[in-house]
């Protein structure tokens, strides 16, 4: 079985300025240097050249939260992948729930987007995640599984591995209700399994995040189940603190 390192993402979502970011970053670095697990900042567009700067000479990483499919067009309001790779990028998030819910982001356009993502050599963070309502239904399964075939349904084997998932379900997204670590696990768990399908080795190497309501006091429980390989953090990845806290829980 390959060693999958540990993966911490922050979620700024619509959060931070860029001035506000290269604060963050500053206090951010001293506190992770030498941290085992891989760390990765999503800022808004604006604050990303901030955060590629201040984050120059270290190891952590940065995406952006979303992406075009075309590499040009006439898409006012857009951004493209060539864009991010020149403004430093080396990852995206996409599919975010928020995205799919509040901006009608569909499996069609994730489809186009993860190929363009990796076509530009950026990283992509594939969100999925069930609803309140359909976890209740017994539908958890049924949801995730539909989500990642249609979303990764025009990646190859070989590309798959360079994916990294985020199991976010919507209900534990900013509620302060966390998923229990078996929860997630067993979740997480059935996403592994929806890759195999793809490719046994992919499946086993592909790091896999669990993502709601992450806080430093839950993380190291969370992050010590076998299959959950980190975190997607947003309300506690706005404080360097707590941020560095859940990086040393992993
Ligand atoms: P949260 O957000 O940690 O604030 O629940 C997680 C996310 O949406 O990625």
Not at 109 to 119: E, I, N
Not at 160 to 189: F, H, K, N, S
């Amino acid at each position: 079985m390959p060693e999958r390192r540990p993966y911490v993402a922050a979620n700024w979502k619509m959060h931070k300025t860029a001035a506000e970011a290269a604060r963050f970053v500053e206090a951010l670095l001293p506190r992770v240097e030498g941290a085992g697990a891989e760390i990765v900042i999503c800022p808004s567009f604006l604050a990303l050249r901030e955060v590629v700067e201040g984050c120059r000479g270290s190891a952590v990483r940065v995406a952006a939260q979303n992406m075009h499919e075309a590499e040009a067009g006439a898409f006012t309001g857009e951004v493209s992948a060539p864009m991010l790779v020149e403004a430093g990028a080396d990852a995206v998030v996409l599919g975010h729930s928020e995205r799919r819910q509040l901006f009608n982001e569909s499996d069609e356009a994730l489809a186009r987007k993860l190929p363009a993502a990796l076509a530009a050599g950026l990283e992509p963070i594939l969100c999925v995640g069930e609803s309140e309502e359909e976890r209740d239904a017994g539908r958890t399964e049924t949801v995730l599984e539909r989500q990642l075939d249609a979303d990764l349904a025009a990646i190859d084997s070989a590309d798959l591995a360079r994916v990294v998932v985020a199991y976010e379900p919507i209900w534990a997204i900013g509620t302060g209700r966390t998923a229990t670590p078996e929860q997630a696990q067993e979740t997480i768990a059935f996403v592994r399994e929806v890759l195999r399908k793809q490719s046994t080795e992919a499946a086993d190497s592909v790091r896999i995040l669990y993502g709601g309501s992450v806080k430093p006091g839950n993380a190291a429980e969370l992050l010590s189940m076998p299959d959950i390989d980190g975190a997607l953090v947003g309300g506690a990845s706005l404080d360097p603190d707590d941020f560095a806290a859940i990086v040393e829980a992993a």
